[in-house]
C-alpha cells in the first residue's frame, strides 16, 4: 500500500488519530527520503488482518470502560475512539455543564512533538472564531499528554453525506459558512491544505466548524502538504509543491460537488484502481495528476435541482484542474456566491424591468397591428365602396345609354309604321308578286328612303318588311364602299320568316322554317315592339353581334284589326368595351353586355360585347361563343374578387371588382320594359386599393423602424444598467465602460496570473505573501488522505 495513502479497501490501520480522522504522518527533513523508503518496506511487509481481526480489534477497542487518567474539572463519561497514537473521551465541563472532547497521546516516543505544538498553536491563534473547532485546554506535562476541545455533538460533514443527500438550500447554506470559515483562516495566514467532508465538524446548531489543522501550513512556508485524493487540487499532489491559498479553493469546490452530487469530482472505479496500482508515492501522485488532467470537466452537478447556471459556473471554477483557471482565493468564491445571490435578488426586478417593456411593446404592437389592420381594412372598404359607386354609376350610365338607343329605335319604327302608303299597301288583300310586282318596288322605294333619312341618327345594317303571313316583301341595305347610299337587299325578299321571333313576338322562335299550307294558321305578326334574340349573320364581317328590331303595322283606316305586317330594323351591338377618363387613358375598366335570355341554342348568359371580340376582327367566323350564366342572377349587386368569365386566354381571369345594371326601357306610360340584357362594368381591383396597399406597405415599414428603435434603446439602456449592476466584470471592455462613467471595478473573479502571486483580500499569497502571526516551523509533516 502507498505509504501516507489510505485507498479503497486498504487493510492497513490509520497510524494518526485526530479528532475528526485518522492519518500517516512522515517527517520531512534531510533524510526524508530514507524515512520513506522505510516507511513503504515496513507497512508493505505488514500483514493484512480479515475481517474477524477486525471485528476482534473493535471488540477490544470499545470494551475500554475507564479513561486513562482523572483531569480536574472534567467528568469523563464515555469512550469515543481510538487511534494510532491515543484515543478520545467525551466529559462534562464541572464549571458550567459543557461537552468537551479530550484526546490523550499514549506513544510519547513515537510522537513528533513539534508537529503537535503546531497544531495546538494554530488551533490557540484561531482562538474564538466560531468557525473553528476551538482548543479548550493543553496538558503536554500531564501522562498521557492531552488537549481539551469543544465537542461536536451533530458529527461531520461527512457522517450527515453518509446518511442522506441534503436539500440544496441546505448545501448552499453550508457551501457559504465553510467558505467564511477558510476565509478567517486565510486572514490569519493559515492554509488548511487537507479540506474534505470529515474535516468540517458541525456543531449543536448544525453550523460547519473547521477541523484537523495538522495539514495546514502558513502563507509563507514553502514545505508540501498531501492532502486527501479526490479532494486536494492536482497540483497539491506534488512532494516538491508549494502550498498555494487554490489548494483550499480547489478542495472547497470538491467538498460542495460532494454535498450536491453525492460523490467527490473525479473519483470512479477507474480511477481508484488506477491509483491503487503498485508503485511508488511519486508515482501514484504522478498518476493522480494525470487522471484528473485527462478526464472531462464534471458535469453531473448541473442535473442536481436548484442549481443553477451561475452555480454551476463557480463549482466548476472551483474545480478548474489549471491553477490559473480558478478562483485567486476563497473570497473570490464568496464574492462570486454574493455577486449569485444579488443576481437572483434582481432577477425578479431585472425580469419585470427586461419583460415589462417587452409585454408593454407586445401589448403596443398587438393593439396597433389590431387597429393598424382595421383601418386599412375600412380605408380599403371605403375605397372599394367609392370604386363601386363609380362602377355603378357607369354601368347605369351605360344601360341608360343602351336603353335608350333601344326606345328610340322603337319610337322611330313606330312612327314610320303609322305611314298611310306603308298602311295601305301593306292592307291591300292582293297577293304579293315577284320583285317587279308594283307594291314590292313602292314598299323597296319607301324603306330605302327611311332607311337612308334614319341611318346617320340611327345605323342598321338593314330595314325590311314583312307581311302579315310572314314573307319578307321590302328590304334595304347600305352600298359597300359607298357611305350614304342605299339599296334594296334581294336576297331574302319573298322568304318566310314568319317562325322568326321579330316577327310574332315570343322570346321562342318556332321550330319549322316552312310555310304553313293554310297561312292564315301560320303565327300571327306581333303586336307590341319586340327585340329579337342577339344572333351572328353567317356572312358577318364583324365580330360582333346583331339585334333586330321589330314594331307592328296596323291598317290605319281599321285601326281595330290585327296588324297587317311588321316593320323591322337590324344593327349591330357595338359600343365601347372600356371606359376612359377625360384625357382619353383607359381606367382599367371593362364595359360587357350580356344577354340574359336563352339564345337559339339555349344558352343564358351569351357575352354579348367584351374587349376580348377585338382579337378576332380579322377573323370574325372563328369567334367564340362564351356565356356567363351566374350573371344572369347578378343584378343590381356588385362582387369583389370577381372572375372574367372569358377566363385568362384574353383577360385576367380574376380581381376585378365587378358592378352589373339591367337595361331597361321606358315605355310612352314610362312603365319599365325589362330588355333582357345586363351592362356589367368590371375594374382592375388590385388597381383599386393599390394606394391603400402603398400606404400599409409604407406604414408598416415605419412600423417595423419604430420597433427597431425601440429594441435599439432598450437594448442600450439595459447594456448600461448590467455595466452599472455587474460590479466585477470579466470584460475590458465593461471595465472601461464603467471607469468612462466614473465606477469602480471590483475583483472580477478571475484566475492569478501565476501560482505564486495568486493574492487575496486576506493577503495570502500563493506561495509567500503577507506573513503570519505565527513563527515559522520547518519539517512539516506529509500526508495523503482518501
Known amino acids: 500500500m502507498l505509504p501516507g495513502v489510505r485507498g479503497e479497501g486498504s487493510n492497513i490501520l490509520s497510524i494518526r488519530f485526530r479528532l475528526s480522522t485518522f492519518a500517516v504522518r512522515v517527517t520531512t527533513g534531510p533524510d526524508s527520503s530514507a524515512k520513506i523508503s522505510h516507511m513503504e518496506a515496513a507497512i508493505e511487509s505488514t500483514p493484512t488482518m480479515g475481517e474477524p ?33 491515543g484515543e478520545v473521551w467525551v466529559a462534562i465541563d464541572s464549571n458550567n455543564g459543557r461537552k468537551v472532547a479530550i484526546k490523550y497521546y499514549h506513544r510519547r516516543g513515537g510522537l513528533d512533538w513539534s508537529l503537535l505544538s503546531r497544531e495546538v498553536e494554530k488551533l490557540r491563534y484561531l482562538f474564538g472564531d466560531r468557525h473553528v473547532v476551538q482548543l479548550l485546554q493543553v496538558g503536554w506535562e500531564s501522562d498521557p499528554p492531552y488537549y481539551v476541545m469543544e465537542y461536536m455533538e451533530n458529527g461531520s460533514l461527512e457522517d450527515l453525506l453518509r446518511e442522506a443527500s441534503l436539500p440544496f438550500e441546505r448545501a448552499l447554506s453550508l457551501f457559504k459558512e465553510i467558505a467564511t470559515g477558510l476565509i478567517h483562516a486565510h486572514g490569519k495566514g493559515i492554509l488548511h ?31 508540501p502538504a498531501l492532502g486527501t485524493l479526490f479532494y486536494m487540487a492536482p497540483e497539491q499532489a506534488d512532494l516538491k509543491a508549494s502550498p498555494d491559498v487554490r489548494w483550499d479553493v480547489y478542495a472547497l ?63 466548476e471554477k472551483c474545480l478548474a484542474v489549471n491553477p490559473r483557471d480558478r478562483y485567486p482565493n476563497v473570497q473570490a468564491v464568496l464574492s462570486a456566491l454574493d455577486a ?7 432577477k425578479p426586478l431585472l425580469l419585470l424591468g427586461g419583460v415589462g417593456p417587452l409585454l408593454v411593446m407586445l401589448v403596443v404592437l398587438l393593439v396597433a397591428g389590431v387597429m393598424f389592420r382595421k383601418t386599412m381594412g375600412i380605408a380599403q372598404d371605403e375605397v372599394t365602396a367609392r370604386a363601386v359607386e363609380g362602377n355603378r354609376f357607369a354601368a347605369r350610365a351605360e344601360a341608360d345609354r343602351l336603353g335608350r338607343e333601344v326606345r328610340t329605335r322603337w319610337l322611330v319604327l313606330e312612327r314610320e309604321a303609322r305611314a298611310m302608303s306603308l298602311s295601305r299597301l301593306l292592307a291591300d288583300p292582293k297577293p304579293f308578286g315577284g320583285p317587279d310586282d308594283e307594291r314590292v318596288e313602292k314598299l323597296n322605294t319607301w324603306i330605302r328612303d327611311k332607311h337612308k333619312t ?27 364602299n359607298k357611305p350614304g347610299e342605299f339599296q334594296m337587299a334581294t336576297t331574302n325578299l319573298g322568304k318566310y320568316f314568319g317562325f322568326r321571333d321579330y316577327f310574332h313576338g315570343h322570346w321562342d322562335e318556332f321550330p319549322s322554317a316552312q310555310p304553313p299550307a293554310d297561312p292564315a294558321l301560320g303565327p300571327k305578326p306581333l303586336t307590341r315592339p319586340h327585340r329579337s334574340r342577339v344572333y351572328r349573320r353567317q356572312n358577318e364581317k364583324s365580330p360582333t353581334y346583331v339585334v333586330t328590331y321589330s314594331v307592328p303595322v296596323f291598317d290605319r283606316e281599321r285601326p281595330d ?34 344577354d340574359t335570355r336563352p339564345d337559339e341554342a339555349g344558352r343564358r348568359g351569351v357575352i354579348v360585347r367584351h374587349p376580348y371580340q377585338e382579337a378576332f376582327r380579322n377573323n370574325p367566323r372563328e369567334l367564340p361563343i362564351h356565356t356567363a350564366e351566374n350573371l344572369a342572377a347578378f343584378r343590381d349587386g356588385y362582387a369583389a374578387n370577381y372572375t372574367d368569365p372569358i377566363g385568362g386566354e384574353y383577360e385576367r381571369a380574376q380581381g376585378w371588382l365587378a358592378v352589373a345594371e339591367p337595361v331597361t326601357v321606358p315605355d310612352v306610360a314610362n312603365d319599365v320594359q325589362d330588355t333582357g340584357w345586363l351592362m356589367l362594368v368590371e375594374e382592375d381591383q388590385a388597381k383599386v386599393v393599390q394606394p391603400i396597399r402603398e400606404l400599409r406597405s409604407t406604414l408598416g415599414w415605419y412600423g417595423v423602424l419604430a420597433v427597431v428603435l425601440v429594441a435599439v434603446v432598450l437594448t442600450l439602456v439595459w447594456g448600461f444598467v448590467m455595466v452599472v449592476l455587474n460590479a466585477a466584470p470579466a470584460s475590458r471592455v465593461v471595465r472601461f465602460l464603467r471607469r468612462q462613467v466614473g465606477l469602480k471595478s471590483g475583483l472580477s473573479g478571475g484566475s492569478s496570473a501565476s501560482s505564486g502571486s495568486a493574492s487575496s483580500v486576506s493577503g495570502i499569497s500563493g506561495s509567500g505573501g503577507i506573513k503570519s502571526g505565527l513563527p515559522p516551523t520547518p519539517n512539516l509533516p506529509l500526508k495523503a488522505r482518501e
Request: positive net charge; charged residues 25%; glycine residues 6%.
Open 53 to 85: 481481526e477486525r471485528q476482534k480489534a473493535r471488540q477490544l477497542t470499545l470494551a475500554e470502560l475507564r479513561p486513562p487518567r482523572a483531569i480536574p474539572g472534567y467528568e469523563q463519561e464515555r469512550f469515543l475512539g481510538r487511534g494510532a497514537f
Open 193 to 223: 491544505c487537507d479540506l474534505k467532508p470529515a474535516n468540517v465538524m458541525l456543531d449543536q446548531d448544525g453550523q460547519p466548524r473547521l477541523a484537523d489543522f495538522g495539514q495546514s501550513r502558513l502563507s509563507h512556508e514553502h514545505s
Open 253 to 315: 469546490g470538491a467538498v460542495v460537488y460532494r454535498m450536491f452530487v453525492g460523490e467527490p469530482p473525479y473519483r470512479n472505479p477507474e480511477a481508484v484502481a488506477a491509483i491503487q496500482l503498485p508503485g511508488t508515492l511519486e508515482e501514484r501522485l504522478a498518476r493522480y495528476r494525470q487522471i484528473l488532467a485527462a478526464a472531462p470537466k464534471p458535469t453531473a452537478h448541473r442535473s442536481v435541482s436548484g442549481v443553477d447556471a451561475l452555480l454551476a459556473a463557480i463549482i
Open 340 to 346: 449569485r445571490a444579488a443576481a437572483r435578488a434582481r
Open 454 to 480: 334614319w341611318d346617320p341618327i340611327l345605323p342598321a345594317s338593314i330595314w325590311f318588311i314583312n307581311d302579315r303571313f310572314g314573307y319578307q316583301r321590302a328590304a334595304s341595305e347600305p352600298v359597300p
Open 561 to 594: 284589326t290585327p296588324p297587317v305586317g311588321v316593320l323591322t330594323m337590324s344593327s349591330e351591338l357595338v359600343g365601347s368595351t372600356q371606359l376612359r377618363n377625360e384625357s382619353g387613358k383607359s381606367r382599367d375598366r371593362v364595359v360587357m353586355l350580356i
